[in-house]
């Protein structure tokens, strides 16, 4: 209940006006528009790049909000509270991670066609695309959780964090591309299965990474 209590707490927070989820939506959409505008009408090369350019803007716009992730909490107190509560520091790593796929992740799945309709995929890339950014979320949200813990106490946390994550997300944005690359050149490559056992493996383990960082920057 504790853990559920805080997702929710962390997801109205970020859905409120002006929040992280509606900077993350409002980037991602104007980039998979403006791209297509700069490429011109020539849809085999929109074809050619969709995949790559949209992992590329969910991993980037997903990125926005990873360094509210603990400062807020941190900032005012609220995170030594919670470090010394009932819940361990991995169940409050999963919390949070939860709580940041269901405020970024799932909204960015869910305008995706959005992507997929500037980028003119047909429906069998739709289908690829919506399948890379369910599976690729996951990882990102995780993997910026370790990121956000290690930057905690730094300053200017949020210029350090891409450079620490994004390197770990490079696996995320290939094989998303490469779902939606194979299904437009009607090829099975694997990609899927890739990106699915990379994913579950960061959501695995990232709460125990998280839980190291943060006890090492409650305890400096």
């Not at 590329?56 to 900032?75: G, I, M, N, R, V």
């Not at 950014?133 to 905690?152: C, D, E, F, R």
């Not at 939606?180 to 383990?205: F, H, I, P, Q, T």
Request: charged letters at 10%; a neutral charge.
């Amino acid at each position: 209940m504790s853990c559920l209590a805080l997702i929710g707490r962390d997801v109205r927070l970020a859905s409120r006006g002006g929040g992280s989820t509606l900077l993350a939506l409002a980037f991602f959409a104007a980039i998979v528009t403006l791209v297509p505008l700069g490429i011109g009408p020539r849809p085999g090369l929109l074809h050619a790049v969709a995949g790559g350019i949209i992992m590329l803007c969910a991993t980037l716009a997903a990125l926005l909000s990873l360094d509210h992730l603990f400062q807020a909490d941190f900032d005012d107190g609220s995170l030594e509270l919670l470090a010394t509560g009932p819940l361990s520091l991995e169940s409050l790593a999963v919390s949070k991670i939860v709580a940041h796929w269901l405020a970024t992740g799932l909204p960015l799945l869910a305008i995706s066609p959005l992507a997929a309709f500037a980028m003119e995929l047909p429906g069998n890339g739709l289908f690829a695309l919506l399948q890379s950014v369910a599976l690729a979320t996951p990882a990102v949200s995780a993997m910026g959780a370790i990121g956000a813990s290690l930057t905690l106490a730094a300053k200017r946390g949020g210029l350090i964090l891409p450079l620490i994550v994004l390197p770990l997300l490079t696996p995320v944005v290939i094989f998303g591309a490469g779902i939606v690359r194979s299904a437009m050149e009607g090829m099975a490559n694997g990609a899927a299965l890739y990106l699915g056992a990379y994913s579950l493996a960061a959501v695995l383990l990232s709460p125990f990474a998280v839980a190291a960082g943060l006890r090492t920057n409650l305890s400096a």
